[in-house]
């Protein structure tokens, strides 16, 4: 080891996070729509799958990666959709239905997808930030999807909304006061079907960064739970878009521990690293449980806390 | 009238109070007619006060004049003009605006937040530098404000009441429903907020029509009344002619009331139940309880009054043993008490939380396992302590749904299906129907029916003259003015101020609910 190495491990780490955190990002905010409208999707891991295969079948027909994205986010928005429908039905459990969804989600992508593991498609290409740094490895962790700059774009946007739009009061009065919103003749179930299409749409464009950019092609192992942690994500973000985004860089981080540490030659404990992203989970789960703020900002309807 | 420029609309001067009538309004749900033929009408400018007991179609009214029934029968008018509404969205396009018994403000939107958005046209991007301007205008014009910029979870209630108040103003509504407006409030925040509506509708500027139980608002501030009996309305007129005792007369009909049980003036007894420095955190963290400390003789009623949230409700599921304690001791006839069901059973430490559905039965289970919680493990309803024995169960069931009245269609029903008079009953007949030493009621009459009222209040007070330890928390001073011996105010999560009940006054117990000295 010299004395580069811990500068080394940073880059790759900050790399790793750069390009890991993407789909936490989308899905997370997706989840934070859907929740802050008072419903929750466990079903997003399904969603993202799904995604990630469609972006790279449509990428494979048309050529276009960015057609992939657009089509990846119209089936999430269809899966959104059909959760938000079945959620409307009285006496539905959504929390059940978000794990029905999720197998459905999984399933229909890989019955369709067997045959796309093995042809090739068009990726999305990247925007290299740190060419002026003249540092080889620096240059390549700060090359950076359009994507994420997009889902930043997003997370502002709903940062702002909620706080100034119609629409954004609209979402959060449903999700904290369901009586409240009707008595203003606001739809909650309208409302909330909305809120969860739009949010199936943020995490099918998730996926289509898991199969067209990083790792950039289409398995059946792809997600490996990436969907399922950003739920936790919204948990731990207390329902802040930017916050969301900030967690989702923290999860990426952690997850390129492990190979960051592989790059430099420790491979001692490389699969306890590996699990890094999972044991944070555990433990913001923990925290987040006896945070009284979390309980104050946790949107009153949510079924979970019912 | 005589005058003829009278005769000409003037602009300056519009009276804005609407008037509203319902002509034979009725609705049935299935073979329950809910409202009968109801006529009833509200002059512009006019306070008028709907009274009738839970059941009486009041609130079936008010929903129907709002837009969340559909009437069977019947028309309103509004401003002698016909008037349709289809849904709550044209009650308040036509002026309608409504007050609930719980508040409708968003809990986690602002003040501010909420008034734009409950606006019909509420732009799709807001411009708040205008809009706060526009509503401190608003403000300007108003005899009442409240803060618009903290969430409306950290308002007090009287604050939310205002606030919701203050929205339907903004909204322009110009006749008010207001149902139970003032049960969350101080007798004198109850006092200021009808004292200002009074105003406005004195100087014609909205009209109002205020659900109530409380003769005492009622003869302060309305012009006129109606009551309604099952459905019906068996009467009304202006207040001015009416006493309370015709009042309550028509609420309850020939209904027969139990005669209320006489308070013995026996000398109280040694300290039964000692509160010693109890401090206990709420839901979300902050202490709600701040050292209360209260002792309770036997054969006392001490009455706990306070504006609801200041740690009544926690004190109660302190002692009953739903909420931790963070500091200090429970003390029962000198010996440290600790919330096990062995120390409820020994000590005889019995309980009427407050909504006993939720608190004090499982709804699902049926009226006989309620009504065993206490002793399904003891002889004669077990064997070894785990073996039961359905058949003294339902015996001893019998007996007590019997003894206590509670209507229920057989043993076996679950206790959810019944009415909440009798879900109060059946938890009473658990409680009281053995030796008592202590107990601990919490707003026991909360939306109960008077002869419900009655039966339950005699009831707590044969306890006490039997010697048990009361402590009686409730929200109804009035309550806690009939019953108890000794009134302590709580205020903040202490208790603020004790006092013989015979040695304080409305006023005085008033003043230490809202905290003043």
């Known amino acids: 080891m010299n004395d580069s190495t811990p500068l080394i491990v940073l880059i790759a780490i900050l790399g790793g996070a750069l390009r890991v955190s993407t789909p936490f990002m989308f899905v997370a905010l997706g989840e934070c729509l859907t929740e802050k409208s008072g419903r929750v999707n466990l079903g997003l891991e399904g969603t993202l799958v799904l995604g990630a295969m469609t972006a790279y079948a449509v990428s494979y027909h048309s050529g276009s990666p960015w057609l992939g994205v657009l089509a990846a986010g119209l089936a999430g928005a269809a899966l959104g959709g059909i959760h938000g429908f079945i959620c409307k039905l009285p006496k539905v459990n959504d929390v059940a239905v978000g794990i029905a969804m999720m197998l459905f989600g999984t399933g229909i992508a890989f019955f369709f997808g067997k045959a796309y593991i093995q042809p090739t498609a068009p990726r999305l290409g990247s925007i290299s930030l740190g060419d002026w740094t003249g540092n080889a490895q620096l240059a390549t962790a700060l090359q950076i999807n359009p994507l994420m700059i997009v889902g930043i774009l997003v997370a502002i946007l709903m940062w702002w909304a909620f706080a100034n739009t119609r629409w954004g009061l609209i979402v959060r009065m449903s999700g904290d006061s369901a009586p409240s919103a009707m008595a203003m003749g606001v739809s909650v179930d309208l409302v909330r079907f909305l809120a969860t299409t739009a949010g199936g749409f943020l995490a099918g464009v998730g996926g289509a960064f898991l199969s067209l950019y990083y790792p950039g092609s289409w398995n059946q192992g792809l997600s490996s739970g990436q969907g399922l942690m950003a739920v936790a994500l919204v948990i731990f973000a207390r329902w802040d878009p930017i916050r969301c985004v900030a967690a989702a860089f923290l999860f990426g981080a952690t997850g390129a521990i492990g190979p960051a540490l592989q790059s430099v030659g420790v491979t001692q404990g490389y699969y306890f690293f590996n699990a890094a992203p999972y044991i944070l989970t555990l433990f913001i789960m923990i925290a987040s449980a006896g945070s009284k703020k979390a309980g104050r900002d946790v949107p009153g309807e949510l079924s979970i806390i019912k | 009238m005589s005058n003829a420029l009278s005769a000409a609309p003037s602009l300056v001067s519009t009276p804005r109070a609407m008037s509203l009538e319902t002509i034979g309004m009725t609705k049935t749900f299935g073979s329950f007619t809910a409202l009968d033929n109801v006529s009833l009408k509200v002059d512009a400018g006019s306070f008028h006060a709907l009274l009738g007991e839970n059941g009486a179609g009041k609130s079936t009214l008010v929903k129907s004049i709002m837009g969340y029934y559909h009437a069977d029968k019947g028309s309103l008018l509004l401003d002698g003009h016909e008037a349709q509404v289809r849904n709550p969205r044209d009650a308040r396009d036509l002026g309608l605006g409504m007050v609930y018994q719980h508040f409708t403000l968003v809990p986690c939107l602002t003040g501010a937040e909420n008034l734009v958005i409950s606006r019909a046209d509420a732009p799709a991007v807001i411009d708040w530098k205008k809009e706060k301007k526009a509503l401190d205008a608003f403000l300007d014009r108003m005899p009442f404000r409240a803060p618009l910029d903290k969430p409306v979870s ?34 004198q925040e ?61 609420m309850i009909g020939d209904t027969p009331i139990r005669q209320r049980a006489l308070r013995q003036e026996n000398t109280t007894g040694p300290v039964t139940l000692e509160l010693a420095g109890l401090m206990a955190d709420g839901d979300e963290g902050a202490s709600v309880l701040n050292a209360v400390n209260l002792k309770i003789h036997s054969g006392e009623i001490v009455g706990i009054a306070g504006v609801s949230g200041n740690g009544q409700s926690q004190l109660v599921e302190v002692l009953s043993g739903q909420r931790p304690l963070r500091d200090g001791r429970i003390f029962v006839r000198d010996k440290p008490f600790e919330p096990t069901r062995d120390a409820y059973f020994r000590l005889k430490i019995f309980g009427l939380p407050e909504e006993p559905l939720k608190n004090a039965t499982v709804a699902r289970m049926t009226v006989a396992e309620n009504l065993a919680f206490r002793n399904f493990d003891r002889p004669p309803n077990a064997k070894f302590g785990w073996w039961l024995s359905p058949g003294p169960m339902r015996t001893k069931a019998r007996e007590l749904i019997a003894r206590y009245r509670v209507k229920t269609q057989s043993p076996e029903s679950a206790i959810g299906d019944l009415s909440g008079g009798n879900v109060q009953r059946a938890v009473l007949a658990r409680e009281l129907s053995g030796e008592v030493d202590v107990l601990i009621v919490a707003n026991p009459c909360f939306g109960l029916d008077f002869a419900s009222v009655a039966e339950i209040r005699s009831q707590i007070m044969e306890q006490r003259n039997k010697g048990a330890a009361v402590l009686l928390v409730s929200e109804d001073l009035d309550e806690i003015l009939e019953l108890a011996d000794r009134v302590a105010v709580m205020s903040e999560g202490t208790i603020a101020f004790v006092s013989p009940i015979g040695e304080t006054d409305r006023a005085t117990i008033g003043k230490h609910m809202a905290g003043h000295e």
């Open chain 2, 190 to 250: 109850a006092d200021e907020i009808l004292g200002l509506l009074k105003g406005m509708t004195d100087r014609g500027d909205i009209s109002v029509v205020i659900i109530t139980h409380k003769f005492r608002e009622v003869t302060a501030f309305a012009d006129a009344l109606s009551v309604l009996r099952r459905g019906k309305r068996v009467g009304g007129g202006l207040v001015k002619d009416m006493t309370t005792d015709e009042m309550a007369r028509l």
């Open chain 2, 154 to 187: 950290s308002l007090a209630a009287g604050e939310k009441q205002k606030l919701e108040i203050l929205k339907l103003l903004y909204l322009d509504q110009r006749l008010l429903i207001l149902d139970e407006p003032t049960s969350v409030l101080t007798p």
